[in-house]
């Protein structure tokens, strides 16, 4: 297992379209995260999966968001009728459980640039 | 609510010189305490964690003691090479929450040298 991986790593998307991202976590990983970075800024809490249950989503997550994990395993975030202002570092992160040391480890990111 | 501030940058420092990087936090409750970093072109990595308060994280010469009471978890190193030079993110997680992290803005660190 080469850790968690993201694809993929740059989109550019006219506005109004939709696009998807994938997360591939670690395997033995139970718990998948979504944040968001734009510019200057640290990652932001989107939403988070337990297995396959989506148990807590953001205010930052509009209903044009929606994630899925559908086995438990990968993830996807899907943003329709993109806007410019979505236009930032789509990050994925993965552990074991939320014990207060338990580590997540994150992907590389997806870049979504929005034109 | 529950938050990191973190000293903005960017820092520019030579070769072996000293480093430190403040942050404090807001939290309800009793958080655990990391630090990450992020490297050109590459992901967020944990750097080091403390989970008590006067616990003291290290790891390739950087280390980061619990201040509960001053609610801080500066970040420090004695002597920074070139290979240092990335973006550092202070963050916390609160005690039965879900898990995510909340994080600080980054400070971006150059070394010259």
């Known amino acids: 297992d080469t850790g968690v991986s993201q694809d993929p790593r740059h989109k550019i998307t006219k506005r109004g379209q939709n696009v998807t991202f994938r997360c591939d976590p670690i395997s033995e990983h139970n718990r998948l995260y979504w944040y968001r970075q734009t510019l200057g800024q640290g990652p932001e809490f989107l939403t988070y999966?337990?297995?396959?249950?989506?148990?807590?989503k953001s205010r930052l997550l509009s209903d044009r968001f929606s994630a899925e994990r559908p086995k438990g395993s990968f993830s996807t975030l899907e943003i329709q009728r993109t806007e410019q202002g979505d236009s930032a570092m789509y990050l994925c992160?993965?552990?074991?459980?939320?014990?207060?040391?338990?580590?997540?480890?994150f992907g590389q990111g997806t870049r979504l640039t929005v034109v | 609510g529950n938050s990191v501030t973190q000293m903005e940058g960017p820092v520019t420092l030579s070769e072996e010189a000293f480093l430190t990087i403040n942050c404090t936090y807001t939290?309800?409750?009793?958080?655990?305490l990391f630090w990450y970093v992020q490297y050109p072109g590459e992901g967020l990595q944990l750097l080091l964690k403390?989970?008590?308060?006067?616990d003291k994280g290290s790891n390739k010469g950087f280390e980061a003691t619990y201040r509960k009471e001053t609610t801080s978890f500066h970040l420090e190193k004695g002597s920074v090479q070139v290979s240092d030079s990335a973006v550092y993110f202070c963050?916390?997680?609160?005690?039965?929450?879900?898990?995510?992290?909340?994080f600080g803005k980054g400070t971006k660190l150059s070394v010259k040298p």
């Open positions: 939290a309800t409750g009793y958080p655990s």
């Open positions: 999966f337990q297995n396959e249950a989506q148990l807590e």
């Open positions: 992160a993965s552990s074991l459980a939320a014990e207060a040391n338990t580590e997540a480890f």
């Open positions: 963050a916390l997680r609160l005690r039965g929450s879900q898990g995510n992290l909340i």
């Open positions: 403390a989970t008590k308060a006067d």
